[in-house]
């Protein structure tokens, strides 16, 4: 038992650190915000770098790959790192054309990324299947929670290629862990901009983050972060069980709803104004939060997993 | 005990519900300075009817009624989504019935009644939020004038206002809520600035800059370093229609119509979630009668308005995390119902007094406990 990172995993995540401190981060994120833009040159800064494919290495895998996405969401990256690092891998040997956008079968709607996407994959009853999107082929769709989106048609999410026997179910899983592990980021970085701020911040001749009222929330809102993280590392490190998966995503999107509301609550004013940072993160939280069926699909994927169907 | 309204007060509100017809497309209770002239439009035709003077004495043009029939007005309003009711008319108005002098009720109430003349709250500073009594903002006596320089922030509507409501120091730092006064103060005055802070539901906050702006003291509400006990009595008279039950029972009713919309009304889940908010909803509007009761009978009721300014928040938000997180992806569509609300309670639980501080309210005023922090 060795809840610590080994030295590959520490480069990993260093460099990939590293790479964000210079092409990511809060100001970049907000930089694009205004046209829905996705930031293809750090796309392609972490694809040169091979963070893209940490997963497809052999001698490593979805932990690693986990890492870099974790990393990722913390510096408020607006690329699609979950699907091209966590998801693409589990269906593909040979990478796909990047953004990668992911979607449900007959829904179609608002999906992150996918007016800059040219890959789509599609999660399907029986399989998953790609399909090749051209520029221009979902319109983009104005929203303020933190993710470029495009609209999906239903028609759309029928085309394509079938990914074989068994792709449907890990795509869903290896989606469903994506979305955890972005969450995780977020949250991590949320949190910590708010209790640099509660440090700072003084009122009544103290700081906010003083006061054991405020403290205590925090100190909860912490807990359910770490909890989350391990339980995402672990279900990466396991290689993606499914009942594992909806475990970390049903208490990591919970998590979220809490960490968005406490973290706004306790900015106060300024957490409501755009010039402060938080939004970056804690936005995307509820985006990530209704994705694949949201929190109560994740907690039924737990019990059909553990128990199977209903009456059975 | 009666908990029923009085015949005169429901053909009161039947006459509110008329009135507001040809109103209820403008939804200015949501992102208000994107629709202030029409906003404005309303508050006149209001005013043309005596409804923002209610409860003022008919000495000073007031209708001279209880504040039974201000709360059914703001609660059918809120439901309406129309506006919010006005500070102006509100606690400007109040404080000058209170304290101002003859030339200042003769100069200020008559616009203000007619909802022609609109003001903005200029309390918060960026140091000085919940702890307003630090506040800095400086406004130093010369001669006739008082010059003000500093800064505020996070001011609702400033933008659209004619004139500010300001809270500054004229006291020493040291002697924090017995050294502030309140001042009239021209938007359009040399040396005030005003420049937006854009916020997450698409509206804006405003920071409000003064670099020595004159004031004449003509224009100072109540006694010099007065502005504490003003404050709070303003307050304290509004306190019934701050919170108007409508805008949450409207909020509940748009889900309902969503789920519909949606095909999910046969969804025990939902169904389960639905009966959860509506019991939400009641308490919040037993809250709202609560204290309207303690004003009629002229109680302080410090805690029940600080509870209920808690529960009408917390419910607003419930209700919109609710419709979103059944809605998916789609819900975070700009132009979306659900995302708008989600986004704008956001606000509710932190303007106008944070539910922390509501909370302590309620730990000293109805628990005793002790005012150590």
Known sequence: MDFDLNDDQRAILEAVEALLEQ??????????????????????????????????????GGLEATLVVEAVARAGGVVAIGAEAMVAPMLRDEPLPTPIALATAGHGGAVRYAASARSLLVLGDREARWVA??????????????????????????????????SAARLHTAWQLAIAAEAVGCMEAALAQTVGYLKERRQFGRAIGSFQAVQHRLAECAIHVEGSRWLVREAAYQR??????????????SAAGRIFSEMHQLSGAIGFTREHDLHVWSMRLQALRLELGGVAAHRRAIVAARWGGVGS | MNVRFSKQEEDFRAEVRVFLEPWR?????????????????????????????????????GLGRGPAYEYILWDEVGYARAARNPLSAGIVARSLIRYGSDAQKARWLPPIRSGELHFSLCYSEPEAGSDLASARVRADREGDEYIVNGQKCWQSYAQDM????????????????????????????AGVTVSPLPTLDDDQLNEVHFDGVRVPVSDRVGPENGAWSIMGEALADERHIQFPPGRVRRDLDEMVEWVKGVGLAGDPVVRRTLADLAVQVREVEIYGLLVLDRMQKGRSAAAEVAA?????????????????????????VIGSRPQLLWRQSMWETIGGGTTEIMRSIVAKQALGLGARR
């Not at chain 1, 221009?136 to 085309?159: H, I, K, Q």
């Not at chain 2, 300075?33 to 004495?57: I, N, Q, T």
């Open chain 1, 240 to 253: 993606a069980p499914t009942e594992g998966v909806a475990t970390a995503a049903a208490f990591a999107l």
């Open chain 2, 25 to 61: 497309d403008l939804d200015g209770f949501f992102g208000q300075g994107l629709k202030w002239k029409r906003v404005r439009e309303l508050f006149c035709a209001m005013g043309e009817r005596g409804w923002l003077s209610l409860s003022w004495p008919e000495a000073l043009g």
């Open chain 1, 23 to 60: 092409h990511a981060g809060a100001a970049r994120a907000i930089e694009l915000q205004p046209k829905g833009e996705y930031d293809a040159s750090l796309d392609a800064a972490l694809a040169d770098a091979g963070f893209s494919d940490v997963g497809r290495d052999p001698d490593m």
């Open chain 2, 162 to 189: 004619d004139y500010l409501w300001l809270l500054a120091r004229t006291g020493t730092q040291e002697s924090r809520g017995r050294g502030l006064s309140l001042f009239i103060c021209d938007k359009n005055a």
């Open chain 2, 308 to 332: 209920n300014k808690v529960i009408h928040t917390v419910v607003c938000q419930n209700i919109a995390r609710a419709i979103v997180d059944l809605g998916g992806p789609e819900a975070l």
């Open chain 1, 133 to 166: 999107l051209e520029p221009g082929d979902c319109a983009p769709v104005r929203s303020n929670f933190g993710y470029p989106m495009g609209r999906v048609s239903a028609e759309g999410t029928t085309r394509g290629d079938g990914l074989g026997v068994g």
